[in-house]
Structures are given as structure tokens and as C-alpha cells.
């Protein structure tokens, strides 16, 4: 299966639209696991190699099918922005109803920091308010972190 990743862009008249930028392979139909999403990310967009911190949004229809890969944000060596607005802008304009976000600790440590859980859950909430759910947020480093494994998506 071959998943498409967008990129946001501005119109003639300065909107934001959707522009698809490349396609990644993925060998299965759906995302039934954090690992899935890990690998993905390791071997498509080889995530556990970036020198600055990304952050992707994996958009996902009722049944758990990719709709969508979007690179978030790009920003520094141990940070990078995680604004809701750009996050639900993304999911809304591909029909998503449910997202997976993955971002990189170029350090290796997966371990989230305290940052990371108080960005989580703000985007958790604002995705209740808008009928997406939050199905994960991973961090990818040498392995992985899952929230949702772990008990942090409460």
C-alpha cells in the first residue's frame, strides 16, 4: 500500500491546500499496533536518523486505514513546535478520525519528557472537542516510546 504525504500550501489567494509531496510503502492496510507506526516511520521516513526534532501526523479513516502522512513541524535539537491548530488543520481537511502523532528525540532517549505529556494531552483534549481522537503519540529514538502502551493517553 502506498501512503501519500502532504505538505500544506497557500493558494492564488493565500489559503492553506493540500499538496502531495511523495508516497511511502507500507506493507499492511491498516495500523493495528505502535510498533506498525514505528517501523513505518523508521524505515520510510527514517526518523531515528534526524538531527532536529520532526513532528508527523498519521491520519487514519473509521476502519484504522492510513489517510494520510503530513511532516508537522521541523525544528531544533531537542525541541520543535506542536501547535493543535496545524495538527487538526491537517486531520480535518483529509476526513481524519483518528491520528497518530510521532515525533524524535535525535538524542535517542525515547523517554517523553515532561514537555512532551503536557503537549500530549492538550492536543488530546482539543481532539475530543473536535470529534479526532488521539489514538497515539510515539516518540522514535533509539526504539520507541508509546504513550498509549505505556498508560500515558488518559
Known amino acids: 500500500m ?3 504525504v502532504y505538505a500544506m500550501e497557500l493558494d492564488e489567494e493565500r489559503h492553506p491546500v493540500l499538496v502531495a509531496e511523495d508516497t511511502v ?21 527514517r526518523m531515528h536518523k534526524m538531527a532536529e526534532e520532526q513532528l508527523f501526523l498519521l491520519a ?8 494520510g ?14 501547535n493543535p ?4 488543520l491537517r486531520a480535518l481537511a483529509v476526513g481524519a478520525v483518528a491520528i497518530v502523532l510521532v515525533h524524535n528525540h535525535p538524542s535517542g532517549n525515547c523517554t517523553p519528557s515532561k514537555t512532551d505529556l503536557s503537549v500530549a494531552m ?11 481522537a488521539v489514538s497515539d503519540f510515539l516518540i522514535i529514538g533509539d526504539g520507541y516510546y508509546s504513550f ?4 500515558d493517553m488518559k
Open 69 to 82: 502522512l503530513f511532516r508537522v513541524s521541523h525544528g531544533e535539537v531537542n525541541s520543535t513546535a506542536c
Open 25 to 45: 510503502k507500507y506493507g499492511g492496510n491498516n495500523f493495528d499496533s505502535p510498533g506498525k507506526v514505528a517501523e513505518l516511520c523508521v524505515s520510510a521516513l
Open 122 to 132: 492538550r492536543i488530546v483534549k482539543a481532539g475530543k472537542l473536535l470529534g479526532i
Open 2 to 4: 502506498d501512503i501519500t
Open 60 to 67: 487514519e479513516d473509521s476502519a484504522g486505514h492510513p489517510l
Open 148 to 151: 498509549m502502551e505505556q498508560g
Open 85 to 88: 491548530r496545524e495538527i487538526y
